[in-house]
């Protein structure tokens, strides 16, 4: 069953009013949304097993000098189709971690095992979502403390690749974007309520409605890692802008990659390397040509003609500046709910990791996408949805089956027998081609066997929902400032109106007895659909006065039919006298509670839509009569 992390985001309860439609269909419509357990980072509260806290030397937590390995000025530059760290080659074998995916007591543990593995550089995203929850509220301190991270990296004499976005994707919720994006009450903002009206804001492109925010976290994001570029003395070659843009409709808009790259070069120097990461196929429309940023590509072990992919990439850098770069050279995969956990060839990978090395003689560079993969903490895991309606949303574990797994183990079995410990493979042919011994692996973390885990009920969803929010119409919950989490949507139904539906037109037989004093017969052969035009995302629970009545899931049907309200329901929801005989204006409350599983991390506008909202779809939600 999915479980789900102690600290989570907010839960919101929404409630609604139902008005008397003039056509002979219930339009509901919202009068009230409740909020409650307000956001907080997933590492505000304890998590279990993980409060041990690794002890970090005094000068990394002090931050400290940085740390050059020549007598020559800090540089880092493009030359001889060579990475040119201080004046000297430099060949590039680095290892992804992700912050954000660690508790912020273990970085410095599995960073001390990536450099165990023999890595002299690490990758790292920064997904803007994580650091701006809020327009113009920015965090950088706890688990999003991004110069502590870098400061423990560049003491461990490493270098770093890091990837600025603005979009990431990395399996991450709406591939790093703010979901307040989509909010109509920013600047610029919206999505277009399920309408299919997207032309509010284009995400990932020129349009000013959506570079108006970028910019704006740009200029806080990027002076902050000036004085971490090597440049300047730092361990930060290169900065990347975007994220495989090219798969997004085939890239080409060069206006919005350029606007980029000037605001990068305007933060960061002229001098600075910047790079862009695509699939070689697609890469000329995600980069831009010659020297105006450095193009790299991406591929797994067994994907691959080596001399296709990398003759690709330099043909589009400049003369003498497209040295070769693997910059996701993948070590497993990643996991959807439903499917088994990535198992992948310890063997393979080892073998190619050995090809590219050698390749260019011996000048071969990658990244290792994942050396260590992490958890996806809270509702901060992505998803990826397909044009057939597909929906599939990453699991809680992040653990890639990379080199390092999720617990900090260094040695993760390949799959078929004798396929070898990961880890030490790799380190193996890195220490051939870089002559260099790396450190003594860490002793293996403590593994806690916690047996059978009993789940018992503590609470009731419904009494964390705080004051009401009124609204008039049934919005997705980025309306509502709630960016992640459970939303919940409630209505009450007055039951004349609910019997008008389940009332034949004309007077017919039924299987209930007449009310001698009302003209109305509770039929029990007639039962209405609830009608929410488009499924809810992701994952919707409707029930009748607490009960539930069924469930709606994304990509599957938009409708759920609910019981007949014959004497004996109408007994049961609202304790009816003898006779079926109305209570005084009784009425049916009517909640809709929707699961949101992590945003879409993949995609753009047209034809998937980059737009990924979540709550419910559509604001023209009926109570329709089944017929027929």
């Avoid at 008397?20 to 219930?26: E, I, K, R, T």
């Avoid at 004499?157 to 990837?163: E, F």
């Avoid at 060069?254 to 697609?282: C, I, N, S, W």
């Avoid at 059978?452 to 929010?469: F, H, K, R, S, Y």
Wanted: aromatic share 10%; glycine share 10%.
């Amino acid at each position: 069953m999915r479980g789900r992390p102690i600290a989570a985001d907010k839960a919101s309860h929404a409630s609604f009013r139902h008005t008397q439609s003039p056509n002979p269909h219930l339009k509901l419509t919202f009068k009230q949304i409740h909020m409650s357990l307000q956001k907080s980072l997933p590492f505000a509260a304890p998590l279990l097993g993980l409060l041990l806290v690794y002890g970090v030397s005094a000068a990394v937590a002090a931050g400290g000098a940085p740390n050059t390995s020549s007598s020559s000025s800090p540089s880092f530059y493009l030359e001889n189709d060579r990475f040119m760290l201080d004046g000297s080659p430099f060949q590039i074998i680095s290892g992804a971690i992700h912050y954000f995916r660690i508790h912020p007591g273990l970085w410095l543990d599995r960073l001390t095992r990536l450099k165990a593995l023999g890595v002299n550089t690490i990758e790292i995203y920064i997904p803007w979502n994580w650091h701006e929850p809020y327009p113009g509220q920015y965090d950088f301190s706890g688990g999003a403390d991004l110069d502590r991270f870098i400061t423990m990296v560049e003491q461990l004499d490493l270098k770093v690749l890091l990837r600025a976005g603005p979009y990431i994707c990395a399996e991450w919720d709406f591939g790093g974007l703010p979901a307040w994006l989509a909010s109509s009450a920013i600047s610029g903002g919206g999505s277009g309520n399920g309408t299919g009206d997207y032309t509010k804001m284009k995400l990932r492109s020129a349009d000013q409605n959506y570079l108006h925010h970028v910019d704006r976290w740009w200029r806080v994001l990027l002076p902050r890692i000036a004085p971490r570029l090597r440049n300047n003395g730092g361990p930060v070659l290169m900065v990347q802008i975007e994220n495989e843009f090219g798969l997004c409709n085939n890239g080409n808009d060069p206006v919005y990659l350029r606007h980029l790259a000037a605001l990068a070069k305007e933060l960061l120097g002229e001098d600075q390397v910047l790079f862009t990461t695509d699939p070689a196929h697609a890469a000329a429309g995600g980069s831009l040509p010659g020297d105006e940023v450095f193009t790299a590509v991406d591929f797994g072990p067994q994907w691959f003609e080596i001399e296709d992919y990398f003759s690709t990439q330099k043909s589009l850098n400049a003369p003498g500046k497209g040295p070769y770069l693997d910059s996701e050279f993948y070590t497993g995969w990643l996991s959807h709910w439903g499917e088994a956990m990535a198992n992948t060839s310890s063997v393979l990978l080892a073998q190619d990791t050995d090809v590219i090395l050698r390749y260019g003689n011996n000048t071969g560079s990658f990244n290792f996408y994942m050396a260590h993969g992490g958890t996806n903490f809270g509702f901060w895991q992505g998803a990826n949805a397909e044009i057939d309606g597909r929906y599939e949303p990453h699991i809680t574990s992040y653990d890639y089956d990379s080199p390092i797994s999720e617990a900090g183990q260094t040695c993760q079995p390949g799959i078929g027998v004798g396929d070898g410990c990961k880890f030490i493979l790799l380190r193996e042919v890195i220490e051939k081609y870089t002559g260099i011994k790396a450190p003594e692996v860490p002793p293996e973390p403590n593994i806690l066997g916690y047996g059978d885990v009993e789940l018992v009920a503590v609470g009731q969803l419904m009494n964390a929902a705080g004051p009401p929010i009124v609204s008039n119409l049934p919005l997705h919950m980025e309306e509502y400032g709630q960016q992640r989490g459970i939303i919940v949507y409630r209505t009450e139904l007055e039951i004349s109106q609910y019997v008008d539906i389940l009332t034949f037109p004309e007077k017919v037989a039924t299987t209930e007895k007449e009310d001698k004093n009302s003209s109305v017969y509770f039929s029990s052969s007639s039962s209405p659909t609830l009608n929410f035009v488009v499924p809810p995302s992701d994952y919707a629970s409707v029930l009748i006065n607490g009960e539930l009545q069924g469930r709606l899931v994304r990509g599957g049907s938009a409708n759920l039919t609910l019981p007949a309200l014959g004497k004996e329901k109408r007994k049961h929801f609202l304790g009816g006298g003898e006779g079926g005989k109305s209570n005084s204006s009784p009425s049916l409350t009517l909640d809709v509670i929707v699961e949101a599983m992590g945003r879409r991390n993949f995609g753009c506008d047209p034809p998937l839509g980059a737009w990924d909202t979540k709550g419910l779809q559509s604001t023209d939600i009926r109570l329709d009569e089944i017929c027929c």
